[in-house]
Each structure stands twice: as structure tokens, then as C-alpha cells.
């Protein structure tokens, strides 16, 4: 916090993640979800919305995982990461903005603008994380980059919560019904971001330093890079090993989150309970990430992360059995329990078995790959609801991802992995 009060420049940095945090929870996560299905793909047979969904979701994942390696490769050797930036920025604000206008039956609409806005979103924030290593020095980046964190669950937390009393009570806000609210928080998503992005396109600018000697194109540097990095991480057996866990239950983990709700009203929940439940799972998270970090001195952060995802693999077996909104939001606690304590604890995990010398690097990979494998649950999700006609299908087919990144890990050997980094670093 003392940071933020006498550094304008960080404090500006900060309030972006507080604005654009809005469209990974009402646009991604909470209320575009239940509209698509209820609205925009009003017409389809049964079942078909939500795979749909699951197809848009897989299509902008893939977008945006062939986009990293080059975004980053423009990150590091052009002078223009605040021009790039503006540009993502701005196209997930208007894309937020025009999903107002979808309507009954405009799902293709829906899923070209979904697919955008998560490209700028990502996109944006290629360069967002670009600027960190500039604006704070030492030991402030870590302080600094958990203020960002914190103040994005903050910032996406308290839109989601005006736009939930807005669908909830939309006589409150003037509005004439549900419908109308919904897309009144998406223009609300577009407008909340850009206002909160302005006072870093103002205050930060960009370092004058001498850039690398660029040779080839930025999509060759991209990928490249990536291929190179694949080589030497095979290099270190239980590093490589954990990374092909991570990819499988993360993809696990990410479909859950990215499909949660349509399918919750797929299976006839409410749409304000299926909101509401998002916001549970937003408060409960903030606390369990802290105790799973706690369990993890006490039983080691291996076996702790196990533990996360075997509950996991309970809320998928629950899930395909469950029925109320009561049912809905039980879930919502457990997904709340577990879900910052395993993505927390797979980065500490891969980050003590990275070389010292190696860590960007490594944990650029770590970013770019688990990308890539998020392409593929979505699509199975959707493909399986579509094939059997029933979404309960397509949410139990997630148990495969759970089980062998269960089984994978269980033969890591984390003490080992760490000894390998120190001697080849």
C-alpha cells in the first residue's frame, strides 16, 4: 500500500488490472455464459448452446496461445509495448461494449465478440506485464505484482457485484428486464476498463533503451524461442514431467471456470443463483489460497496440491449429478477452497525446480504452453454435450484430466527436480 500512495506511475500500473479484471468475471466467467444460452442462442436445439460455447471458448484460447510467443517477442525487442497495449486495450473495451447490442439468436455474433474481447484482453496484458520489471525495481516487483492480483479481484469483484444487483433488481437501475441488464453490464465491463487504463496510458512511459538487433520476424523470434526453451526443459526429467500434469489438470480447472455457468443453466439452475455462486467462489478463493499455502509447509505443497485435485475430481463427479441451485452453490464453496491453492502452489512447485539462471524464460513457457493445453478441454466438453445430446456427459468427460495429472504427479519427485536445477544452472 505504500507503494501505491508515493509512486503515481505504480499506482497507475495497479488501477489497470482493477479495470480490465471486470471482463475475466462478468463477460468470461458470470453473466455472458448464462446470457448466451439464454438469449443469444435462443432457437438451438437443446444441449447446443452450451457447445457452442465450449467451441468459442477452445477457439479463443487457440487464438490467443499462437498470439503469446509472438506478443512477446514484440514485448522484448520494440519500443512500442504502450502503443500495443492501447490497441488490445481498446479492442476488448469495444468488443465489452458491442456485446450490448447482441440480441435473440445473434450467438455467432456473440462468439465473434466474445473471441475478440479475450484476444485483447490477453492480449493487453502481454504488455501490461511487460511494463512491471520498469515501474518497480527488486524487491517492490513482488509486492507490486501481488498489489496488481489483489486489486484485480477487487476491481472484477465490485462491477460483478453492481451487475448482479442490476440482473437481479433491474427495476432498481431503471432498467425494463433481465435482458436489458445484461447487456447493460457488458457496456458497463467496456466502460469500467477503459476509464481505469487511462491513468496508465497517462503517467507511464515508455524506458528509452537500446532494443535488440531484430533479424528475423517476430513470428519466427516467437516460436522460435518457444521450441528452443521445449529442447532445453527436456533437460530436466521432473521438471518436464510436472509440466505434462500441469497441462492436463489445469485444462481441467480452466474449462471448469470458463464453463461453470452455462452449463449450471444447461441443467435448469437459475440464472441469479448461477451468478450469485460466482461471487461466492470469488470470496471464498481470496482466504483458502492463503491456506493452501499454509498446508503446504505442513504436509509439503506436492502433496497439498494432490489434495486440491482430488477435490476437484469431486466437484466433476458431483457436478454431473447435481440438480438445484443449493447443489450449485456447494460447488461453488468447494471450487472457491481449491482453486487459488492449486494454481498457486503449480507455480511455486515449477518455480523450485527452475534453473536460477533460467527463470524467465521457463516460466514464459509455463505461460505460453498451458495456453495451448486449454485449447483442448472446452472442445471436449462441448464435442461430448453435442454428441450424447446431454451437457452432464461433457462435464464428467473432465475427469480424464484430473486422473492423469493425479497420476503424473504422483511421480514427480519435487526434492529431485531441485537438485537437477541447482546442478545444471
Request: glycine share 10%; proline share 2%; net charge positive.
Amino acid at each position: 500500500m505504500f507503494l501505491l500512495k508515493r509512486d503515481k506511475k505504480v499506482f497507475s500500473w495497479v488501477l489497470y488490472d482493477f479495470g480490465n479484471s471486470a471482463f475475466a468475471t462478468t463477460i468470461m466467467a458470470a453473466v455472458l455464459p448464462v446470457f448466451y444460452y439464454d438469449v443469444a442462442a435462443v432457437g438451438l436445439e437443446e444441449n447446443l448452446a452450451t457447445s457452442y460455447w465450449g467451441y468459442s471458448q477452445s477457439i479463443a484460447v487457440l487464438i490467443v496461445a499462437v498470439l503469446a510467443p509472438i506478443l512477446g517477442a514484440i514485448s522484448d525487442y520494440s519500443a512500442a509495448k504502450k502503443q500495443f497495449l492501447r490497441f488490445f486495450a481498446f479492442m476488448g473495451i469495444i468488443a465489452s461494449i458491442l456485446l450490448a447490442f447482441v440480441g435473440e439468436g445473434d450467438y455467432i455474433l456473440a462468439s465473434i465478440l466474445f473471441i475478440i474481447g479475450t484476444i485483447g484482453f490477453t492480449g493487453g496484458n502481454v504488455f501490461y506485464d511487460a511494463f512491471l520489471p520498469e515501474i518497480a525495481k527488486g524487491e517492490d516487483i513482488d509486492k507490486v505484482s501481488s498489489a496488481g492480483f489483489a486489486w484485480g479481484y477487487i476491481g472484477g469483484g465490485l462491477l460483478l457485484l453492481i451487475n448482479v444487483l442490476m440482473i437481479i433488481n433491474p427495476g432498481w437501475f431503471g432498467l425494463p428486464n433481465v435482458t436489458s441488464a445484461s447487456q447493460l453490464s457488458f457496456a458497463s465491463v467496456g466502460v469500467w476498463w477503459f476509464i481505469f487504463s487511462l491513468p496508465l496510458l497517462k503517467n507511464i512511459k515508455e524506458e528509452t533503451k537500446q532494443q535488440p538487433k531484430r533479424e528475423k520476424s517476430y513470428l519466427r523470434i516467437g516460436f522460435s524461442r518457444v521450441a528452443t526453451t521445449f529442447k532445453e526443459i527436456r533437460q530436466y526429467k521432473h521438471l518436464l514431467l510436472f509440466l505434462f500434469a500441469f497441462w492436463m489438470y489445469n485444462d481441467g480447472i480452466s474449462t471448469i471456470i470458463r464453463m461453470a455457468t452455462i452449463y449450471g443453466r444447461d441443467i435448469g439452475i437459475d440464472q441469479n443463483a448461477l451468478i450469485i455462486a460466482l461471487l461466492i467462489t470469488q470470496f471464498v478463493g481470496i482466504p483458502c489460497t492463503f491456506l493452501f499455502g499454509w498446508l503446504a509447509t505442513k504436509i509439503s505443497a506436492k502433496k497439498a496440491l494432490t489434495f486440491s485435485l482430488y477435490v476437484y475430481l469431486g466437484i466433476v463427479i458431483l457436478g454431473y449429478f447435481m440438480s438445484s441451485a443449493l447443489h450449485f452453490y456447494l460447488l461453488a464453496i468447494c471450487v472457491g477452497f481449491v482453486q487459488g491453492g492449486a494454481q498457486s502452489l503449480s507455480r511455486s512447485i515449477y518455480g523450485r525446480m527452475v534453473p536460477a539462471n533460467k527463470k524467465a524464460e521457463f516460466f514464459g513457457f509455463y505461460g505460453i504452453s498451458s495456453k495451448f493445453a486449454a485449447v483442448f478441454g472446452p472442445f471436449l466438453f462441448g464435442f461430448v454435450g453435442q454428441l450424447t445430446g446431454n451437457s452432464r456427459f461433457g462435464i464428467i468427460s473432465l475427469i480424464i484430466f484430473f486422473i492423469i495429472g493425479i497420476v503424473l504427479l504422483k511421480f514427480v519427485d519435487v526434492e529431485k527436480g531441485m537438485r537437477d536445477a541447482e546442478n545444471m544452472a
